[in-house]
Nanobody, 125 residues
Framework: QLQLVESGGGLVQPGGSLRLSCAAS????????IGWFRQAPGKEREGVSC????????YSADSVKGRFTTSRDNAKNTVYLQMNSLKTEDTTVYYC??????????????????WGQGAQVTVSS
């Protein structure tokens, strides 16, 4: 079964940047659409960005558009979420997820079958 491992979370000041990584050891991620989600306490999990398996097209939610970007490094079997111009409201746990079923990508939880353990991102001065 595909296992996803996230890394790169941490504490950053408002306006700063972080890059989250989503890696897998036994399966090649280029066969999967990869989504990034976040979930604040007491709120529903929100899809923020994703990259397709077919043509590496990407999607970003309005709340992060122009600030967050998803990309792949197939040589490292890793997908990245580059987060720039971070705001305090971006503080929460971020999850990567994988889907072998969709050719594009989207922000819907039901499209994804495999989930990472989550990485905490804290934006604070």
């Amino acid at each position: 079964q595909l296992q996803l491992v996230e890394s790169g979370g941490g504490l950053v000041q408002p306006g700063g940047s972080l890059r989250l990584s989503c890696a897998a050891s036994e399966f090649t991620l280029d066969r999967y659409a990869i989504g990034w989600f976040r979930q604040a306490p007491g709120k529903e999990r929100e899809g923020v960005s994703c990259i397709s398996s077919s043509d590496d097209s990407t999607y970003s939610a309005d709340s992060v558009k122009g600030r967050f970007t998803t990309s792949r490094d197939n040589a490292k079997n890793t997908v990245y979420l580059q987060m720039n111009s971070l705001k305090t409201e971006d503080t929460t746990v971020y999850y990567c997820a994988a889907s072998p079923r969709i050719t594009g990508c989207g922000p819907h939880i039901y499209e994804y079958d495999y989930w990472g353990q989550g990485a905490q991102v804290t934006v604070s001065s």
